[in-house]
């Protein structure tokens, strides 16, 4: 799991690190529909200058992200080659059956690879730039408008940030139960399928069973403590929209501008 | 029924210690205080009101609990986060509350943690950062519901020490519910409850005292008294009072020097 790099943070002080969880979201989704847009050489050229200034400014390294793509390389490779073989329309080179390798189809699975790419850095650029908890934050700030249709947008905050609070600590306890299991005889990870279901069972009973005790004691320190409904709250940490939160959507707008005129 | 008949009064600015064994309703008592609990039956009066579910929440934010297991009350993903955990449900303003939380991290010995995070802290820091989120709230009246059982003899004293500070510092009314004994010695008067009644009250040295009485509820005695019992076994002459570690260790020396 250590090569997985894909939604993880790896603490820093670049300019990308700095910058407002909010405007990072947004300008990624921002990227992503730029990508779907782009349709010749020239708009993906402008997506990957894009990509690479965001690198750049995140202070990550390139071949850091490509590694961190390795466990994604049989998806990206079964989705290629799809491309390849059933892609269909100008010059045919070579085909069998159903099977044929068109030139169109071969430019299609080119910028299938390509987009995959731009699209799984970018959001590794987002995780690797952002703490969870900050994610938490964006997410609550940007879904404030859904409070016009009731939506209980301080709830689903309070519900995301004590979630990603108490990961690691179920994982250690996921860890201390198997541990103890281990100890009693339990086999972890051999025999049969249906063996290795039976084993989760003595894992998966006293964590749900902990993890309720859990949640009736959080309940009562936080009544204890003045939660009521999570309204007229005020809030500790604050996200502060800076010059370089603005300066980075311009670039971002900007470059989506161009894209618009050079495409087909 | 938890509790049955169950009647006393705290001082202001008093230590009380209600001790009992497991499954005694010492920590149903603390939850009735609070009002996290209704009573079935009874009166609770804070400050000369009577706790109603109308005035719950107005009473609630002078009483700061810290409970016993330090990982169950971490609310906050960070250590400054949790701190204001109390001062945000009570809608204080945002410059004021750092203010308030830089303070409280300070008064616990937990200031530089600010950012830290719950899985990279001791059992005994995390119960300095729960007691530093009741001290931010600036409350008149502090309960401890077994906040050190689950600490080792180093995070316990310090915790103590700490709240002892406190206490002197802000002339806090404490409530501590404990079955350790030590814990017990350090308050002004304390209450023994049994199966859901008060079976005993008193000074701390008169309680410890009632040695036979204290071991038949199953509560454990102090070190000293322990020290005492041992030597009397062996045939020798004790005094029957209650002796804290110096006097006991003063009475051992003058009585060496007799012989």
């Known amino acids: ?264 | 029924m938890v509790l049955d008949g169950v009647s006393f009064d705290v001082q202001e600015g008093e230590w009380l210690a209600i001790v009992g064994h497991n499954g005694s309703g010492k920590s149903t008592l603390a939850k009735l205080i609070d009002g996290l609990l209704e009573a079935a039956g009874g009166e609770i009066t804070i400050e000369d009101q009577l706790l109603t579910p109308d005035n719950l929440w107005e009473l609630r934010d002078d009483i700061g609990l810290v409970f016993q297991n330090p990982d169950n009350q971490f609310v906050g993903a960070t250590v400054a986060d949790d701190v204001a955990f109390g001062l945000e449900n009570r809608g204080v303003e945002r410059n004021e509350m750092k203010r308030r939380v830089a303070e409280a991290l300070v008064q616990v010995g937990m200031d530089g943690f600010e950012e830290r995070e719950p899985t990279s802290l001791s059992g005994g820091q995390k119960q300095r950062v729960a007691l530093a989120g009741v001290i931010a709230i600036r409350p008149r009246v502090v309960i401890l519901d077994e906040a050190t059982s689950m600490l080792d003899p180093e995070g316990r004293r310090e915790i103590l020490r700490v709240i002892r500070e406190l206490k002197d510092r802000f002339q806090l009314t404490v409530i501590s519910i404990t079955h350790d004994i030590e814990e017990a010695a350090h308050a002004s008067r304390v209450l023994i409850i049994n199966d859901g009644r008060i079976v005993e009250e008193g000074q701390p040295e008169a309680i410890f005292e009632k040695e036979a009485e204290l071991l038949e509820l199953g509560l454990d005695i102090p070190y000293a008294s322990r020290l005492k019992r041992s030597l009397n076994q062996l045939g020798i002459q004790v005094p029957e009072q209650y002796l804290n570690e110096e006097e006991m260790a003063n009475w051992l020396c003058q009585s060496l020097l007799k012989k």
């Open chain 1, 1 to 264: 799991m250590d090569k997985f790099i894909f939604g993880r943070y790896i603490p820093g002080d670049s300019w990308v690190h700095r910058m407002d969880p909010r405007s990072k979201m947004l300008l990624s989704f921002f990227f992503i529909f730029m990508i779907f847009f782009a349709n010749n050489l020239l708009s993906y050229g402008l997506v990957f200058v894009v990509l690479f200034l965001a690198i750049m400014m995140a202070r990550v390294s390139v071949g850091f992200l490509l590694k961190g793509l390795k466990p994604l390389l049989w998806l990206m490779v079964f989705t290629v080659l799809i491309q390849v073989f059933f892609g269909a329309g100008g010059e045919v080179y070579w085909s069998w059956w159903t099977l044929q390798i068109t030139h169109d189809g071969l430019i299609s699975a080119a910028f299938i690879l390509l987009r995959f790419l731009a699209i799984i850095m970018m959001s590794t650029i987002l995780t690797l730039t952002t703490k969870p908890l900050q994610i938490a934050d964006g997410v609550e700030s940007l879904l404030k408008p859904l409070k016009v249709i009731h939506f209980p947008v301080e709830t689903l905050a309070l519900m995301l940030s004590l979630a990603l609070r108490f990961v690691p600590t179920l994982m250690d306890e996921a860890q201390k139960i198997m541990d103890a299991q281990r100890a009693r005889g339990v086999d972890f990870g051999s025999g049969g399928i249906k063996q290795q279901v039976k084993t989760v069972v003595p894992l998966l009973i006293p964590l749900f069973m902990n993890a309720f005790n859990r949640a009736e004691d959080i309940a009562t320190a936080m009544d204890a403590r003045g939660y009521r409904d999570g309204k007229n709250r005020t809030k500790y940490r604050e996200l502060i929209w800076q010059r370089r939160d603005t300066i980075s959507s311009l670039i971002f707008v900007l470059s989506g501008i161009i894209l618009f005129l050079i495409r087909n």
